[in-house]
T-cell receptor, first 116, second 115 residues
Framework: GAGVSQSPSNKVTEKGKDVELRCDPISGHTALYWYRQSLGQGLEFLIY????????KSGLPSDRFSAERTGGSVSTLTIQRTQQEDSAVYLCASSLDLAGGSYEQYFGPGTRLTVT | DQQVKQNSPSLSVQEGRISILNCDYT??????FLWYKKYPAEGPTFLIS?????DKNEDGRFTVFLNKSAKHLSLHIVPSQPGDSAVYFCAASARGGTSYGKLTFGQGTILTVHP
């Protein structure tokens, strides 16, 4: 079956521009997560969505970052006025059910963002 | 504050031998632990997990051990194969508190298995 997909796979943008990153989770997965991995670092949690509950935005590094999930499926991560420190691989993951205790998250291939 | 730490950035082993990857955590609320494997240009792939009610979980060549008193877990791969060469991430989650629903990852360990 189809896994988590992300687009674009690579994005190069100029400092100060806005970017949108897209994630298509596995069909039927109610929880969706965004992480980022900076060079040489582990994965850093950004935000997660679970069903119709309010998203947990506690990992967003600044108010330039926002995310939405439409219709409980596709999610878009938006970074406004990009800075060079935003350069990283942005990873999306989905899982079946958060409350049920299934914590196995399935990751997409990531979007490599480079801010010049 | 690094709540999940993998202190060895890299590990090199011979094919057929045992690989042991280590992970330490500081948050006592963590009660579920996972190992992910990551190849270049791909997202992490779930490998094996363990709940805090257990101290061992085995799946084929992969075994995860959990020592709650030491806040330490390890992944054993026996026998190691060249195809196991990848970055291995330890991750932790909690059923309550501010970590609920999130995976907190370590920095990763690069495993190289030589033929």
């Amino acid at each position: 079956g189809a896994g988590v997909s992300q687009s674009p796979s690579n994005k190069v943008t100029e400092k100060g521009k806005d970017v949108e990153l897209r994630c298509d989770p596995i069909s039927g997965h109610t929880a969706l997560y965004w992480y980022r991995q900076s060079l040489g670092q582990g994965l850093e949690f950004l935000i997660y969505f679970q069903g119709n509950s309010a998203p947990d935005k506690s990992g967003l590094p600044s108010d330039r970052f926002s995310a939405e999930r439409t219709g409980g499926s596709v999610s878009t991560l938006t970074i406004q006025r990009t800075q060079q420190e935003d350069s990283a691989v942005y990873l999306c993951a989905s899982s079946l059910d958060l409350a049920g205790g299934s914590y196995e998250q399935y990751f997409g291939p990531g979007t490599r963002l480079t801010v010049t | 504050d690094q709540q999940v730490k993998q202190n060895s950035p890299s590990l090199s082993v011979q094919e057929g031998r045992i690989s042991i990857l280590n992970c330490d955590y500081t948050n006592s609320m963590f009660d579920y632990f996972l190992w992910y494997k990551k190849y270049p240009a791909e997202g992490p792939t779930f490998l094996i997990s363990i709940s805090s009610i257990k101290d061992k979980n085995e799946d084929g060549r992969f075994t995860v051990f959990l020592n709650k008193s030491a806040k330490h877990l390890s992944l054993h791969i026996v026998p190691s194969q060249p195809g196991d060469s990848a970055v291995y991430f330890c991750a932790a989650s909690a059923r309550g508190g501010t970590s609920y629903g999130k995976l907190t990852f370590g920095q990763g360990t690069i495993l190289t298995v030589h033929p």
